[in-house]
């Protein structure tokens, strides 16, 4: 018997300096004079990025601006310039709510950083109608399909319709649910969608 209680004491005081010893190098690092510590300091710890200057090009204007050069092309067109159409959706580029045209090209302006736009041009939802009021004919064909319900994701939907026509890729309602399927639209206004881009798709393609 007295053997066993010997065998568990020894057993009890190698697991104690075990959890002792695990301890200790946990905390070394963090002791001063500590050679991981000294090595710690020497590693240079990288600095937030800076303001940077950028000059967008939306919607035919020129907007200089002064921002973190992490910002999104969204936060810069919602926050900075004050352009609320672009929606934030799910901001991890899922939704299609952000969906702007760039150079005439859909882009997702909540995965693209504002400074990589450089100089090309950016059309938000602001932008698409006509100085005297007239709708785009994309604008248009989602009022006359009544092809949208809450509105959230429409300016979403109408920039993504336009890109989907001068890509090429709406030649069929197939081939339309195909390339616009990136843009949700959680009211399901689905069929009322493509039938707004098949009335404008003409229209769209001459312009």
Known sequence: MAEENDHEVRIHESRRR?????????????????????????????EAAGPAGIALQVNGRTHRLEMDARTTLLDALREHIGLTGAKKGCDHGQCGACTVLVDGRRELSCLTLAVSVGEREVTTIEGLAEPGGDLHPMQQAFIDRDAFQCGYCTPGQILSAIGCVREGHAATPEAIREYMSGNICRCAAYPNIVAAVMQARDQVEGG
């Open 18 to 46: 075990f959890l002792i010893g695990s301890a200790l190098a946990g905390a070394a690092p963090l002791l001063p004079g500590d050679a991981g510590a000294q090595a710690d300091r020497s590693t240079p710890v990288p």
